[in-house]
């Protein structure tokens, strides 16, 4: 049981930290392409004013941040002199002006076919391959607008995000190898206190059932021989019953302490012969009752594991499902599915609330507190149910849905 929560701890750890690492990533490169964007911007808006103060074009004597034309602007520094610039210059008409390709990576045909398709669709900022286009319209003497396009090269930039991308992802994936190891030993550090504390509770629980096991026999014998004495006696007769139960009890609880602690056979069980033997076994119970149990057993199913513990979880449904079933049939059920056995047991019944649900397989859990120790019923029994599919491998569980209450046990099958 510890093995399975240390498990899901680590798994728990883990899927935090990478969503973290994931969810970092994202942050920093959201941040950085927004930022990249702005910048890239602003140096094309910078290059669109210089250039038209170069031309001394009349209609724009100042820039948006009324710099004058020809001077430098305080935010130009070297990004500007190092960053490759194109321009395309169109009028309203589809007449081009001009094109500014002074290194000639991109054909002029290229920079043009870019510039009409921002105009037609009416952009106003795009990106296309690595070059950052943004379009601004200009006026001219006579009225007439023409729109400006400065493309500028990214290439380097890209090629730097990529560097940052890779070596991020190397430092993270190192770090979560470490944080994996580290969570493994902090997680040995958590359990084993539980793991010690869970033995030892399972021990004193071994102990204990068999240190009663001795006058529980010896009140039984001695309670015979007074009888055989006296006759028939009622307050003989209540201590007989009681002493019954705990009897029982002793036997249920060596049971659990059985299927959580003991090693288990490495011998094959033919599951499909045991369970249509428990099925038979539980045929006559149900038919005093007024029920019936309606069986679909997979043939040649085999598992790993121990035969007693296996029918001892097989009877702990059927019996729970004869007793609480408030409709005349019960559906059992075992087939093979994918490298699983499925057993399911199927009953009519009310649904059962979630939160107790959640506690059905606890330890002298009832859902019903009227009916304490009602037939010599202690609450143990799901509880051993669940050891015995533990330590075999699988897992129980059950399901609440159109008035049927469906256990389902699954265990791996023999390879």
């Known amino acids: 049981m510890f093995k399975q929560s240390r498990k899901k701890i680590i798994v728990s750890i883990m899927g935090s930290v990478i969503l973290l690492f994931a969810m970092t990533l994202f942050v920093i490169f959201f941040v950085s ?3 990249m964007r702005a910048r890239n911007i602003d140096m094309m808006s910078r290059h669109t004013w210089r250039k038209s103060d170069a031309e001394e074009r009349p209609d724009k004597e ?8 020809g001077e430098p602007r305080p935010d130009q520094g070297r990004n500007d002199e190092l960053s490759t610039f194109y321009t395309v210059e169109i009028r309203t008409d589809g007449t081009v002006l001009g094109v500014e390709n002074e290194k000639g990576l991109h054909s002029d045909e290229e920079l043009i076919a870019y510039a009409r398709k921002m105009i037609e669709k009416g952009k106003w900022y795009a990106e296309y391959g690595t070059l950052c286009c943004l379009r601004e319209q200009k006026g001219t003497v006579g009225g007439d607008y023409y729109d400006v396009v400065v493309f500028l090269d990214n290439t380097v930039m890209e090629e730097s995000a990529k560097i940052l991308l890779r070596n991020v992802l190397i430092v993270g994936s190192a770090a979560i190898v470490v944080l994996f190891f580290l969570s493994l030993r902090l997680s040995e550090k958590i359990i084993r206190p539980l793991e010690e504390n869970d033995k030892q509770q399972g021990q004193f629980i071994s102990d204990a059932s068999h240190e009663l096991k001795t006058p529980v026999a010896v009140i039984d014998a001695n309670a015979e021989l007074l009888a055989r004495e006296v006759g028939k006696n009622e307050w003989l007769s209540n201590i007989r019953y009681e002493n019954d139960r705990m009897g029982e009890l002793v036997k249920q609880l060596l049971d659990l302490s059985r299927a959580e602690s003991a090693e288990l056979p490495a011998e094959t069980v033919d599951l499909s012969r045991l369970v249509m033997g428990e099925e038979l076994a539980f045929e ?3 038919f005093d009752q007024g029920k019936r149990i309606l069986s679909e057993v997979g043939e040649d199913i085999y598992v790993m594991g121990s035969e007693t513990q296996l029918a001892q979880l097989v009877s702990v449904l059927l019996d729970n499902a004869v007793r609480h079933s408030t409709g005349e049939e019960i559906a059992l059920s075992l087939k093979k599915q994918g490298h699983s056995a499925v057993l399911t047991v199927e009953n009519d019944g009310e649904a059962i609330p979630e939160e107790k649900a959640a506690h059905l397989f606890d330890r002298f859990y009832r859902v019903d507190e009227a009916r304490n120790s009602e037939g ?5 029994g799901l509880s051993i149910a669940k ?4 330590k075999h491998g699988g897992s129980i569980g059950v399901a609440c849905a159109d008035g049927k209450v ?6 791996p099958v023999k390879k």
Do not use: C, W
């Open 406 to 411: 469906t256990f389902t046990v699954m265990i």
């Open 62 to 69: 100042t820039d948006p941040n009324g710099q004058k034309g």
């Open 284 to 286: 006559s119970l149900a």
């Open 387 to 390: 050891a015995v599919a533990e």
């Open 376 to 380: 010599q019923h202690y609450g143990l």
């Open 33 to 35: 392409y927004r930022n």
